[in-house]
């Protein structure tokens, strides 16, 4: 994959298809050096133990339309080239934690993409879901809550046209003043 928000992007999918009606994606830099920490965590059904030993096997796949799946495992190859780590935790109707981790300043670190593009297409795809976004770094931390925004809207939809322009904005401001001067591909 090109970019860490298309990771993002296919480990989300996943938790949707594992039902899940809570997911949380954070994503933070800590320490010096700094350390990117993606998380998408969900209260979906989990998996069984004997499954997630074996899931960041390519051709182990809890889907039916193909006997591959590559999401996880590429996450997983992205982070370790990068020097960086990859666990995953779940547990049967509780729900999956998925964690990577990349040095910043890595050579082998692919760039963070367009996460707000990517967090509203996620959005609009399952607007049913209550999505929590975090973004945290030393410079600054900012948490965006569906639940929160549904609520303020009352009858209108989160699907609307200006509701999802304004979301994609304040998504874009709150990477920038998190990431921005962090991550060298943030201005």
Request: glycine content about 6%; charged content about 25%.
């Amino acid at each position: 994959m090109k970019d860490l928000s298309l990771h993002i992007l296919d480990i989300a999918q996943n938790s949707v298809r594992a039902d899940a009606d809570h997911i949380t994606v954070s994503i933070t830099v800590e320490g010096r050096p700094g350390i990117l920490k993606i998380v998408v965590s969900d209260n979906g059904k989990g998996m069984e133990p004997e499954f997630l030993q074996k899931v960041t096997d390519p051709f182990t796949t809890s889907r039916e339309t193909r006997h591959v799946g590559l999401g996880i495992p590429l996450l997983k190859q992205s982070a370790e080239l990068a020097g960086g780590t990859f666990s995953i935790r779940s547990v049967v109707n509780e729900g999956t934690e998925v964690c990577a981790t990349f040095p910043v300043d890595h050579v082998d670190r692919i760039p963070v993409g367009n996460v707000a593009e990517t967090l509203v297409m996620l959005v609009e795809s399952h607007p049913e879901i209550t999505w929590e976004f975090i973004f945290a770094s030393e410079r600054d931390r900012f948490e965006f809550s569906l639940a929160e925004v549904k609520k303020a809207l009352e009858d209108v939809s989160v699907t609307n046209r200006y509701v999802k322009e304004w979301i994609q904005n304040t998504l874009n401001e709150g990477f920038m003043s998190v990431f921005g001067g962090v991550l060298d591909e943030v201005n």
